[in-house]
């Protein structure tokens, strides 16, 4: 299996590079220490350096998992009981006219 740098998206030759384990387990792969240091130490953004860009354009990002997914639709749920209260509202409104009219 070919790896891919995780900050430039170059290819990394087997038995190069460096496996980088986050403490949440996640894993980073890098090239070299370059993209190491820019990525970890100087908190720096592939999309915003031009020698990195091909790997931020390479890489998935926005990639859906479970947990944003999750999260979309309990926001769809939210936006929906809004709605649905408002026009339960407007429609209170409407019956309170009513009501006063009579
Ligand atoms: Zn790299």
Do not use: H
């Amino acid at each position: 299996m070919i790896m891919k740098c995780s900050f430039c998206g170059k290819e990394i030759k087997r038995g190069q590079g460096i496996l980088y384990v986050k403490k949440d387990g996640s894993l980073i792969y890098f090239d070299d220490g370059k993209c190491q240091t820019n990525m970890l130490d100087l908190g720096r953004k592939a999309a915003k350096l031009k020698w990195a860009r091909a790997g931020a354009i390479g890489r998935p990002t926005g990639q859906k998992t479970d947990r944003s997914v999750a999260k979309a639709a309990a926001k769809a749920v939210k936006a929906e009981a809004k709605e649905a209260a408002k026009t339960q509202k407007s429609e209170a409104k409407t019956t309170t006219v009513k009501a006063e009219k009579k």
